[in-house]
């Protein structure tokens, strides 16, 4: 148990401290370059404050599931003229159109109907959409991500659009109650980035939140979405 959970008054920088730390530390486990790992804070039902709060702490990569929330917060914090905005939850297309000209990365491409709705979207940027497909590797109907199977025929559908910058993967395991018990669904998505192409056609795994980074940065991660960890429980 993380002795952090018993003190509710821990602010969001000190945690941010400490996930820096263990950050740090489970790269350094793995052989890796801790600066090749990039924190994204999940920030989903937390409000505004706690998002300045972070950013005071030196976060400037925020993730977002809604795309009503996401708007909201974009317009009432652009005043932080350095933050990065993630959308990493499912979208609807007719939901696309703010995301796609505000985002710096979208994590959930997942059929070829959003690689167009965002193509297509994506034409007011000033330069191309950078997105990654999300693989579904727990394999239950219930959720979002394309089969493992489609992957190749997904990669050459993005690699056609002009305003689509395809930068890599992303996964959501199914929950597991020990870190460890995710590690073959991290492998399984590493397994895939070096079949599809590798790091030079996709450099981004996106794998690993509050309950399992240190393992997805053992497995190859280069971008973890962390949450509760830092905000505390939604
Ligand atoms: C909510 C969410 C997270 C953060 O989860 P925590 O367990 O709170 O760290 C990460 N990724 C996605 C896609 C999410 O929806």
Not at 119 to 138: C, D, T
Not at 151 to 159: G, N, R, T, V, Y
Request: net charge neutral; proline share 5%; with cysteine.
């Amino acid at each position: 148990m993380n002795p952090e959970e018993f003190q509710p008054l821990h602010s969001i920088a000190a945690r941010i401290v400490s996930i820096r730390e263990r950050i740090v530390a489970a790269a350094h486990r793995a052989g890796r370059d801790p600066s090749s790992i990039q924190l994204v804070a999940v920030s989903k039902t937390h409000s505004a404050e706690s998002i300045q709060a972070a950013y005071a702490a030196g976060v400037r990569d925020f993730g977002e599931n809604y795309a009503q929330e996401y708007t909201e917060k974009q317009k009432s914090l652009a005043h932080l003229n350095e933050i990065r905005w993630h959308f990493i939850g499912h979208l609807q297309t007719n939901k696309v159109r703010f995301v796609a000209s505000t985002a710096s990365l979208i994590h959930c491409v997942d059929s070829p109907k959003l690689v167009h709705e965002f193509s297509r979207r994506a034409v007011e940027r000033s330069s191309p959409l950078p997105v990654l497909i999300e693989v579904n590797l727990g394999r239950e109907s219930t959720k979002s991500g394309i089969e493992p199977a489609q992957l190749e025929s997904m990669i050459e559908c993005i690699e056609l659009e002009k305003t689509l910058d395809l930068k890599g993967l992303m996964a959501i395991p199914p929950p597991q109650d020990r870190a460890e018990d995710s590690r073959p669904f991290h492998r399984e998505l590493r397994r895939l980035r070096d079949m599809y192409g590798g790091q030079s056609r996709l450099p981004v795994l996106s794998m690993g939140m509050t309950n399992d980074f240190e393992v997805a940065i053992e497995e190859g991660s280069t971008l973890v979405r962390i949450g509760t960890a830092i905000f505390g429980n939604r």
